[in-house]
């Protein structure tokens, strides 16, 4: 069994290594409290590299530092909490993905567009770093439409995704003469093919498929099987006289109307995916499928989009594979399929987001109040040592610390949707401190309001201290609401050794300008 990010869910099992405070006491590794995959950190002030941006280090003080700056230098400068967002490592991982992609597809169809995600974070600052780096821009709305336009990136270098474009919608893709797009159904086909029509335009449409392959993440995040609201089925449709599937009904509407140009397929098959499988199997499939309509309808499609959901590290037993990895797996696959169905490969596209800006970015946030309960353990009564002797069929207890910080689920929703894990550390100093299980909490009025649902911090955690959780560049400010009315945090972009604001932090204020009876 797996939790949301990629590793062992918690089983509720005791940790099988390292030794935490309770464990010294009781002569059992770790705290029987935590999951399975979480290890007793043999240094608590040390960084594991793959959780955190280039540049992010502790200085001689113990502080942990980004390009030299201190995070209680940021902390007096914006305040917490506080998105810390390296644009230096993310031009860098950009950069990284374009040119494993192109390398990597170079002799097959001269290389490949790569698209970021605009959903995971996006800003104004943010298109023109994607723009710079020579990718494109994949968008999921009006509103990412309208940042995409102020940001002053052409229309041909964006898509348009989603499953119930507005009309409002379409005709903003197509003022702004975007470069694609992407239908996810009969009935968007028909109304963006209307709309073009009655325009006098055509509109450059690529069409999402659902290729039926199970990928190995939260069901939430899972888009590419059939029992879910996104795309096109290319299954068999025993409704339909003719048998076809949505997705060759749609190919055959499509090549029906002047008013669409159809570019090719599109598919994406979920988020935060560590292994290559899910998308071979993908890729073949709608290459099988490109192949059967070439074939079927005499028409080559000349681009295949084969989506995103590349993982990134949350926590240290995480394993993503770095872009060129990923981008010679992929390109061995489509380099031997095309040859078996001996058609020439069609021009490819990729949609990183998480992986782009995810590991970028950490949040900064203050420590308030702290409590320690007492936790039934696991198996209660037959824990090792109860099961004999004078405390045999006793219940016995565990501590866990609760650390509340001045945010929570309303900058970073993702536990509460998704069992997301995270990590944290001590970020304000070092510590010698012994290590206890701890749980990062904000301070909303929900119990299910965790940011770190299990981690290791030193005992002497205080009030004033500063947290730092890692990975938390992708869909978290971009899920960020006013939850209880807390204003939501800005994001400081770190380059150059400087600090700037990419996005203002919200007032009580700008909350109250909203609300038409003050």
């Not at 405070?21 to 007793?40: M, Y």
């Not at 002799?107 to 770093?129: E, N």
């Not at 309208?146 to 474009?165: E, S, T």
């Not at 509460?416 to 206890?436: E, F, H, K, T």
Request: aromatic share 6%.
């Amino acid at each position: 069994m797996t939790s949301k990010s990629g590793q062992p869910a918690n089983t509720g099992q005791p940790a099988n290594t390292g030794q935490s405070a309770d464990a010294r006491n009781t002569g059992n590794p770790g705290s029987p409290l935590a999951p399975d995959w979480l290890e007793v950190p043999a240094d608590l002030n040390a960084l594991h590299e793959p959780l955190w941006a280039g540049g992010v280090t502790r200085n001689d003080a113990g502080e942990l530092t980004i390009e030299g700056l201190t995070v209680s230098e940021l902390q007096r400068q914006y305040g917490t909490p506080l998105f810390v967002l390296s644009e230096t490592d993310f031009r860098a991982r950009a950069r990284a993905f374009s040119d494993a992609f192109n390398d990597a597809f170079a002799d097959i169809c001269g290389g490949v567009d790569v698209y970021y995600a605009g959903k995971s974070f996006l800003c104004t600052s943010v298109v023109r770093w994607v723009e710079e780096e020579g990718l494109r821009l994949d968008t999921a709305s009006g509103g990412e439409l309208a940042v995409a336009f102020r940001a002053g990136i052409p229309g041909a270098d964006v898509a348009l995704h989603g499953n119930n474009k507005s009309d409002g919608e379409i005709h903003r893709a197509l003022d702004m003469q975007l470069g694609r797009i992407v239908v996810d159904s009969l009935d968007e086909l028909e109304r963006v093919a209307a709309i073009a029509a009655n325009r006098g335009d055509t509109a450059r449409v690529m069409l999402r498929l659902t290729p039926g392959v199970h990928a190995h993440t939260h069901e939430f995040i899972a888009t590419a099987h059939e029992d879910q609201k996104f795309g096109l089925s290319m299954a068999g449709d025993s409704t339909d006289q003719a048998g076809l599937s949505a997705a060759e009904e749609a190919v055959a509407a499509a090549t029906g109307h002047a008013s669409i140009e159809l570019l090719g397929l599109h598919c994406h098959i979920g988020s935060q995916i560590f292994e290559p499988d899910g998308f071979a199997l993908a890729a073949e499939r709608l290459l099988d499928f490109l192949a059967a309509m070439q074939s079927k309808y005499s028409i080559v499609l000349p681009e295949l989009d084969l989506g995103g959901g590349y993982g990134i590290a949350y926590t240290p037993v995480d394993t993503p594979r770095p872009a060129a990895e990923i981008a010679q797996a992929m390109a061995a696959v489509v380099r031997s399929k095309c040859a078996a169905l001996d058609i020439t490969a069609p021009r490819i596209s990729i949609e990183p987001g998480r992986a782009i800006v995810g590991s970028t970015t950490f949040t900064l946030y203050e420590v308030g109040t702290l409590k320690t309960v007492r936790v039934d353990s696991p198996g209660s009564g037959t824990t090792a040592g109860a099961s004999t002797g004078e405390n045999a069929g006793e219940d016995v207890t565990y501590p866990r610390r609760y650390v509340s910080v001045d945010g929570g689920m309303s900058d970073n929703p993702r536990p509460v949707l998704y069992d997301a894990d995270y990590s944290a550390i001590l970020a304000s100093r070092s510590s010698d401190a012994a290590p206890q299980l701890s749980r990062v909490v904000g301070k909303h009025c929900e119990s299910g309001d965790i940011v770190v649902r299990d981690v290791y911090l030193p005992e002497d955690v205080a009030a004033g201290d500063l947290l730092a959780v890692p990975g938390t560049g992708a869909y978290c400010w971009a899920l960020s609401s006013n939850y209880n009315y807390l204003a939501r945090p800005g994001v400081i972009a770190i380059s150059d050794g400087s600090a700037r604001l990419i996005v203002r932090g919200e007032t009580e204020e700008d909350l109250l300008n909203r609300d038409m009876g003050v």
